[in-house]
């Protein structure tokens, strides 16, 4: 996604909207937080834009938070498998 407009036209239609969106930012990834990050996975899951979430994440580098159903250290391994992908496609 590349400007705002792209941003709310698949936002407004995620299954998060109808959250606490304190649920998808654990102040940790351990101990009672593993809960939190669950229960807000368990609502990604059920998100008819899950995808389109995570692609955005991915592409605006979200450092922080549960997006598109996944974690930060999720995404740090997405990001580093596509990055081993495209080194290897270069060779």
Not at 42 to 48: D, N, S, Y
């Amino acid at each position: 996604m590349s400007n705002t407009l792209d941003f709310r036209s698949w936002w407004d239609l995620a299954a998060c909207q109808r959250v606490d969106p304190e649920l998808f930012f654990p102040v940790s990834q351990a101990g009672p937080a593993r809960l939190q990050v669950a229960r807000a996975k368990a609502v990604c899951g059920g998100c008819r834009v899950r995808q389109t979430c995570l692609d955005y994440a991915l592409a605006t580098h979200q450092g922080h938070g549960v997006w598109g159903g996944t974690s930060e250290e999720e995404r740090q391994v997405l990001r580093t498998k596509d990055r081993r992908e495209d080194i290897s496609r270069a060779s």
